[in-house]
């Protein structure tokens, strides 16, 4: 079994920065895909970030120039680093994680870390 736990989250005001870090662990031979989603109340999770294991990224629109995705693949463990954060980045952030195993591929959720922006 793999675990994803995540940490960083917390209240922030607006133009502030936060850094959130997830950390995978468990039966992992290796990770392709890592990456961040949001979800805020009402509305569908959806991207943040991703960044493959060769480094390359992609990102939200509304994100980018602000966020950050980073990883150390000897860790296991991605970061979103964010800046100039919005009211609107408000949301539940959840780490994902592409993982391949011995016995076979499967993709994988963090509990969740929320994100509040706000004065």
């Known amino acids: 079994q793999v675990q994803l736990v995540e940490s960083g989250g917390g209240l922030v005001q607006p133009g502030g920065s936060m850094r959130l870090s997830c950390a995978a662990s468990g039966s992992i031979f290796s990770i392709h895909a890592m990456g961040w989603y949001c979800q805020a109340p009402g509305k569908q999770r959806e991207l943040v970030a991703a960044?493959?294991?060769?480094?390359?990224?992609n990102y939200a629109d509304s994100v980018k120039g602000r966020f950050t995705i980073s990883r150390d693949n000897a860790k296991n463990t991605v970061f979103l680093q964010m800046n100039s954060l919005k009211p609107e980045d408000t949301a539940v952030y959840y780490c994902n994680a592409d993982v391949l195993m011995s016995w076979g591929r499967n993709a994988y959720w963090g509990q969740g870390t929320q994100v509040t922006v706000s004065s």
């Open positions: 960044m493959s294991r060769s480094g390359s990224t």
